[in-house]
């Protein structure tokens, strides 16, 4: 019997989409269905003093216009803290802004219309009447006594603090032989998903019930949203998310606009539609990382780690996002600091700062390229103090792959990771020798490459423990509803979601082994609360390793169900008996029944059948991890660049990732799950950047002034796998989505820092742009002149 998992198998959905056959929120159209358009505050912060709408509810198409007093009480406010986060703040959120608006777009007034055209023409004429007020937007300043505040409703401008240590770090630092120190800064970028946020809430209230068309990761989480914050029965509401046009975490959070379509529709019992534009996007949709690091390692004479210290600024905007909250990035940043690493000791200290500019959150790789980062630039530092070869000093220091169950310095529980094996293989295909010597032939011609590496943990198949100790609604388990036809075909009901990373396939190849078919004849249906069980759904890495666990299991019950029916229709044994090439077959391989056999007489003529025989071809199943906390996943990458020196301009000419994200189910979508990561790793490496000036602006708002990776920029990337099951489930599979994400930029930094080595120069801010390739030449080259 040939077994799918382990198999590469095209996404089934890719085929659609490439014949014009995708379902997005933006293709569905209702009866009377009304268009959302929203003014937004034209400044940071300042304070309203009239929103004048007469002119504006004139225009030919408008059918409503909705200010906060008019909208906002028929929403429960909602407040970005988790209880987990000792002394964390956030206050209160409703849909439109009250009295203070807070960043620049904060929306202000809703306007409904026959058509987005006519609404946007009627956005024009409202009149907005703001005093001024100065805006918060260095994170470090809003931290200083006296600062103004980026939110009045709050007590001060510190969202969160942490402080992570061990008892002897300072003893650590004061007996090292070497002590190596970086400042780092990682600049703001967004999402820039294929498919732009959109909704279209739609109440009946005939029936009271509400459906949400959604281009979300988690209809479960929006559904409860939903029912809680606009006092309805959860189970009038139903949240449908259809084809989702990439989301990398983006589309987890509640928003005001998705918040305000579900209000007007309440209100006014039609269909409202709400479909963000690009530059709406950049003005709305979360941000990412925006942090400042300061960072120091103690290493012995020999090259040991004995200790790190970091203190991490984490900047998020005006108040927290909701539910996830805005802490939670700079909580895994001080935790992952040096997680491949022996290291004894450890301090981070975190603090979240408010300011006047959008909500940063969750987005791909969660604190990861934070951690990686700063940890690898340190090992870097390290090796030029110790006089070793960056190999040899990672192999002198990362975690041995016998050195299991591990605890890290932060507290982090590692099951079983592959570090040293990584690292070997990576020596091996990248051949830093042989580098090393191409390199300083070239740089005889003025041709300046360098490589770097940077090995990384990341997080997958979080627990209960993840967001439920906070109070968040967020579901840890899944659920799988699986069920024979009459004809034999199978269907897999499952509440992990697909956003284009290939969840039906797998859930198809892991349903289809457990009972002997094809994936072809397994239909898979996501992403919609009426008619799949609910669940945690696809975030964090936890789609294959949760989800295909539940699936897996469910599958099982099914195939004993099967079993048993066939032994009462064969006159066998059950235990006697399996599943194969679509049949029941014997010991000796060859085939006793057909599963359509089973299925005509277990749907049609149950009454053959011996009594006391369950004849249901359906079965039920949820899984929830238990075991470790998470499933930590590693790896390590490796890149090579060359640098104009005269331009500072980059060119990426390779990279290489050996990954280890436990039992590869599909090889294929594994591999395009790592370019992907890694693309995006690159991108705010090298190109990304959210900027703002000091009165709190977006200056780059658009795609002509945003920068995105395009193919023609990015590498060959080589991929090669270690395969180390996680024992706390049957499938032994762990998640891949973040992992190439999470090293990308580190190892790319320390490539651009090794090829400008001979420079003096240094780079410690991304993106690494040309012009600060530039400055930091010129740094270097002022420093040498300097008497």
Partial sequence: MTLHIGQSARRENARRHLAGRGRFVSDLTLPRMLHAVFVRSPMARGRILEIDTSEASACPGVVR?????????????????????????????????????????????????????????????????????????????????????????????????????????????????????????????????????AVIADFDASSGALTVHHGTQTPYQFQDVYARHFGLSEGKVRVIAPDVGGSFGMKLHVYNEEMGAVAASLILGRPVRYVADRLESFLSDIHARDHIVKGRMALDADGTILAMEVDDLTQVGAVSAYPRTSAAEGNQVIRLMGAPYRMPDYRGRLSVAFQNKVQTSQYRAVGHPIACAVTEALVERAAEATELDPFEIRARNLIADDAYPHVSATGYQFEKLSHQACLAKLHEMMDPEALRAEHASLRKQGIHRGFGIASFVEITNPGAAFYGVGGARISAQ???????????????????????????????????????????????????????????????????????ETALRAGRRLRDRILTLAGALVQADPASLRLENGAVVDGSGAARITLEEIGRIATYRPDTLPDGIDHSLTVAHHFAPTGYPFDFTNGIQGSLVEVDVETGLVRILKHWIVEDCGRIINPLLVDEQI???????????????????????????????????????????????????????????????????????????????DALRPFGARLTQTPMTPLRILDALDAAREERTDP
């Fill in 65 to 197: 216009i909705f200010t906060a007093p008019e909208l906002n009480v028929r929403c429960t406010p909602w407040v970005g803290t988790l209880g987990h986060f000792a002394g964390m703040q956030s206050p209160p959120m409703n849909i439109l802004a009250e009295e203070e608006v807070l960043w620049t777009g904060h929306p202000v007034a809703m306007i409904l219309a026959r058509s987005r055209a006519e609404a946007e023409d009627a956005a024009e004429l409202v009149m907005l009447d703001i005093e001024d007020a100065e805006p918060v937007t260095d994170g470090a300043a809003a931290l200083r006594p006296g600062a103004p505040l980026a939110n009045p409703a709050a007590r001060d401008n510190l969202c969160y603090e942490a402080v992570l240590e061990t008892a002897d770090v300072d003893a650590a630092f004061v007996g090292a032989a070497h002590v190596v120190e970086t400042s780092m800064t990682f600049g703001r970028h967004t999402a820039v998903t294929l498919e732009p946020r």
């Fill in 478 to 548: 899944d659920g799988a509803v699986v069920r024979m036809m009459p004809s034999g075909d199978i269907h897999c009901a499952i509440s992990v979601t697909e956003q284009g990373q290939g969840t039906e396939t797998i859930i198809a190849q892991v349903v289809a082994d457990q009972l002997g078919v094809t994936p072809e004849r397994v239909s898979v249906t996501t992403g919609d609360t009426a008619t799949t069980p609910s669940g945690g759904a696809t975030w964090a890495c936890r789609g294959a390793g949760i989800g295909g």
């Fill in 675 to 753: 370019r992907g990561g890694v693309v995006q790793g690159l991108g705010p490496a090298f190109f990304e950047e959210c900027q703002y000036d000091a009165d709190g602006q977006l200056t780059n708002g658009s795609l002509a002034d945003y920068l995105v990776p395009m193919a023609c920029e990015m590498p060959d990337i080589e991929i090669a796998h270690i395969e180390t099951p996680t024992g706390d489930t049957i499938l032994g599979a762990k998640g891949v989505g973040e992992a190439g994400t999470a090293a990308a930029g580190a190892a790319a930094m320390n490539a651009v820092n």
